[in-house]
């Protein structure tokens, strides 16, 4: 077993926003992203990965696939490996994201098994 406090991965800083990697196992990495208002994150994929992002503080705009949705504390967000992704803290106060990349087996896997 692993214990671990979100809040002690809580880092932020003026110049963009953070990452900081809680766990890598395997398929699987989670991490949390920490921004101050006005910082972003770009508009990006991740091909051949599920992406669950809990939201543990603040509230922002989240964009997949060109969709805007306005999220805040406590919320819970997936994102498909085809839809693409951007965030932007859009807020007055921090806000940090708990994200889990949980990658699957490529096609040609599966036809293996």
Do not use: C, W
């Not at 306005?70 to 951007?86: F, G, K, Y």
């Not at 940090?96 to 098994?113: G, T």
């Amino acid at each position: 077993m692993e214990k671990n406090s979100v809040k002690s991965y809580m880092e932020y800083s003026e110049e963009r926003f953070t990452k900081r990697v809680m766990y890598k196992k395997g398929e699987t990495t989670a991490f949390v992203l920490n921004f101050l208002p006005g910082q972003q994150l770009p508009i990006h994929k991740h091909p051949g990965t599920e992406v669950y992002i809990f939201v543990v503080t603040g509230t922002g705009t989240i964009v997949i696939d060109g969709k805007y949705s306005e999220v805040s504390e406590a919320d819970l967000i997936h994102v498909n490996s085809e839809e693409e992704m951007s965030f932007k803290n859009n807020g007055n106060e921090p806000v940090s994201l708990y994200v889990v990349l949980s990658k699957y087996p490529n096609e040609n896997y599966a036809k293996n098994i």
